[in-house]
Nanobody, 125 residues
Framework: QVQLVESGGGLVQAGGSLRLSCAASGRTFNRYTMGWFRQAPGKEREFVTYISRSDGTTVYVDSVKGRLTISRDNAKNTVYLQMNSLKPEDTAVYYC??????????????????WGQGTQVTVSS
């Protein structure tokens, strides 16, 4: 079992920045592809980004390219989401997720085995 705990959400003005963290329990963190998803009010959960367990390949949804950056520190069992140039449409609950099996093409929520509880990000205009 892997437990994921997100932190770092909050309220920020448009154009501002936040850094989300997701701390994982267990000793096999480096074996998991880690992803971030988000869910805005009244909308379905959507893929944001993932970082592959194998070679650190990163993939982003088009709407966040150039503004959000995923990274991981395997020594600290933590994955990060640096969020710059935030827009009101980035407002959502952000979830981190871990997959033991997916290596590439990990955009589907169904590919992930473990989920955090979510952290709220609100961007005001």
């Amino acid at each position: 079992q892997v437990q994921l705990v997100e932190s770092g959400g909050g309220l920020v003005q448009a154009g501002g920045s936040l850094r989300l963290s997701c701390a994982a329990s267990g000793r096999t963190f480096n074996r998991y592809t880690m992803g971030w998803f988000r869910q805005a009010p009244g909308k379905e959960r959507e893929f944001v980004t993932y970082i592959s367990r194998s070679d650190g390949t990163t993939v982003y949804v088009d709407s966040v390219k150039g503004r959000l950056t995923i990274s991981r520190d395997n020594a600290k069992n933590t994955v990060y989401l640096q969020m710059n140039s935030l827009k009101p449409e980035d407002t959502a609950v952000y979830y981190c997720a871990g997959s033991a099996s997916c290596v590439y093409s990990c955009r589907s929520a169904a590919s992930y085995d473990y989920w955090g509880q979510g952290t709220q990000v609100t961007v005001s205009s």
